[in-house]
């Protein structure tokens, strides 16, 4: 290892990029308490906590100078019920020119985490006005990916939520892995959220142990190529996982449909069915909401149709005990729904 700047490299090849130990101003900076609307730490190093320590100031990870890094809790508690704060929040920059410095190959493990955890491209949500802008002409999932943070990891988390959602994935993000990990706490919303033009991230291995106010768990909005496989949800009555497009929400235009998602070898647990609904749904909204009436016409995407076009979806091995097959539900086309029992 070397020293450069006030930090430790690591020499020689890696998997990963090099290991950056943080030097004592970021932990002394990370170690203060929070305040309400307190500036998350910028971090561009790898933090090092110990076991059963709580960390209340908000985190975040920005631009492609965070790239590479590993923030591994050991145990520790991530703590981000201050009002206001976000937890962790990894995020691309916009330059004076116009373009994205975008970070990437981030992984986050053993940690507990309470509050948020987003990722954003070109916006904070669907409706942000970059997003909105660029969602008015053609190639718009291509510069929403281009703009997003990829290859994201987290893993062996446990997600305590407190009202918000504890993951959302921003419009554009590609290549988030979420493993072997649990969802607790309670959400107005849901516990995952996939926004358009997200595409090929794997939710896999995880337990959803969440209550859920009036949603479904883990929402699919425009989201492709996504694989959903091997989690546990405890007594989703509010629903499971849901694929569908809003409809020119926010005045967005949403391009890519909800297609090509693989959803797999999940265990849905049942206390009681009475007033469930579905476990799986595709195709979950068909226009059927208010602003669909006045989304923003175009001969592309929403703009073209209000229906949620959730094909070509794969939806098998799932298990239901305690519940039914009809539990699941297509109400699109030319999707693959066989051996859920």
Request: include cysteine; aromatic fraction near 6%; charge should be neutral.
């Amino acid at each position: 290892m070397v020293w450069v700047l006030g930090s430790w490299f690591l020499t020689g090849p890696s998997a990963h990029a090099e290991q950056r130990a943080c030097g004592t101003e970021v932990h002394r900076a990370l170690r203060s308490p929070a305040a309400v609307d307190a500036a998350p730490v910028e971090v561009t190093c790898d933090p090092a906590f110990e076991k059963g320590e709580v960390i209340s100031m908000p985190i975040a990870f920005s631009g492609s100078a965070a790239s590479g890094r590993i923030l591994d809790c050991n145990g520790a508690t991530l703590d981000g019920t201050v009002p206001s704060a976000l937890t962790v929040l990894i995020q691309s920059i916009r330059r004076s020119d116009g373009s994205w410095d975008v970070p990437h190959d981030i992984t986050i493990r053993n940690c507990t985490l309470k509050g948020e955890l987003h990722i954003r491209g070109l916006g904070q949500n669907g409706e942000a006005e970059p997003v909105r802008q660029s969602s008015l002409t053609p190639g718009h999932t291509q510069r929403a990916q281009a703009a997003a943070s990829s290859r994201v990891t987290l893993e062996n988390i446990t997600f305590v939520a407190n009202g918000g959602i504890p993951l959302y994935a921003a419009p554009g993000v590609t290549d988030l892995t979420v493993t072997n990990s649990r969802f607790t706490g309670t959400t107005r919303s849901v516990a995952v959220y996939l926004d358009a033009e997200s595409a090929r991230n794997r939710i896999i291995g995880n337990v959803f142990d969440i209550r859920t106010s009036s949603r479904e768990v883990l929402a699919v909005d425009g989201s492709a190529e996504n694989r959903i496989e091997n989690n546990r949800f405890e007594n989703a009555i509010g629903g499971g996982i849901f694929l569908y497009r809003n409809c020119g929400e926010g005045g967005t235009i949403r391009h890519q449909a909800p297609q090509r998602n693989v959803i797999a070898g999940n265990i849905f647990h049942y206390r009681n069915v009475a007033g469930a609904r579905p476990a799986i749904w595709l195709g979950s909204r068909q226009g059927n909401r208010l602003y669909c009436l006045y989304r923003p016409r175009a001969s592309f995407g929403s703009g073209f149709s209000a229906s949620d076009f959730a094909r070509y979806n794969v939806v098998t091995g799932n298990r239901l005990p305690g519940g039914n097959p009809a539990l699941i539900l297509d109400q699109d086309e030319n999707n693959t729904v066989l051996d859920n029992h």
